[in-house]
């Protein structure tokens, strides 16, 4: 007698290998490999969200830098299950740490009509809290070209002041020369 599988993929084997990484760089690498495992067996029809979020949990969040390829394999599980319910697409969705996410990947999901609507308002909202962050970082360290030029201190409230708040996604910030005078846009 044949004993047919529920998925294509041997879900529970990724289960057993984060149980035998214990240091932290075996754990990011295990991450990483999941990430990617998780791409891989979202395209499964047959593999039920439960499941899926069961994976994706399996790591603790300082395994992952990058919520990027967790965001992948949302983005694929999502397109290749169109018709979960919003709550289990919003469930789903609750595993990516919007503030983990790269600007291109955030530009991705801000367009991405398979995300609920609750979790692109999240993205948006970090896309905006990190490009704040940047600019105020710019402004705060000097780095604008004008040492005559003043600077607000009104732009972060004061305790991000004095966590001194970096400057996250510097690239993103584009410096407009115009009238001798550098504008931050």
């Not at 891989?40 to 300082?62: G, Q, R, S, V, Y």
Request: proline share 4%; hydrophobic share 40%.
């Amino acid at each position: 007698m044949i004993i047919m599988k529920e998925t294509l993929y041997d879900v529970d084997c990724v289960q057993r290998i984060h149980l035998l990484a214990r240091r932290i760089e075996t754990l990011m690498l295990v991450g990483k490999l999941i990430d990617g495992y998780l791409s891989e067996i979202a395209f499964d029809a047959n593999l039920k969200p439960e499941k899926f979020l069961e994976l994706a949990f399996a790591l603790p969040e300082t395994t992952r830098l990058y919520d990027d390829g967790l965001y992948r394999s949302v983005d694929v599980y999502l397109k290749a299950h169109p018709w979960l319910p919003e709550a289990d697409r919003e469930k789903i969705c609750g595993v990516l740490d919007c503030r983990k996410l790269t600007l291109e990947v955030c530009t991705h999901a801000a367009q991405n009509e398979q995300l609920p609507l609750r979790a692109v308002v999240q993205v948006l909202f970090f896309e905006q809290l990190q490009l704040r962050q940047a600019i105020a970082g710019m402004l705060m360290s000097g780095d604008i070209g004008q040492s005559n030029m003043q600077r607000p201190q009104e732009v972060l409230p004061q305790d991000e002041q004095e966590r001194g708040v970096g400057s996250t996604w510097p690239t993103a910030v584009k410096r407009i020369r115009c009238c001798d005078q550098t504008w931050i846009a």
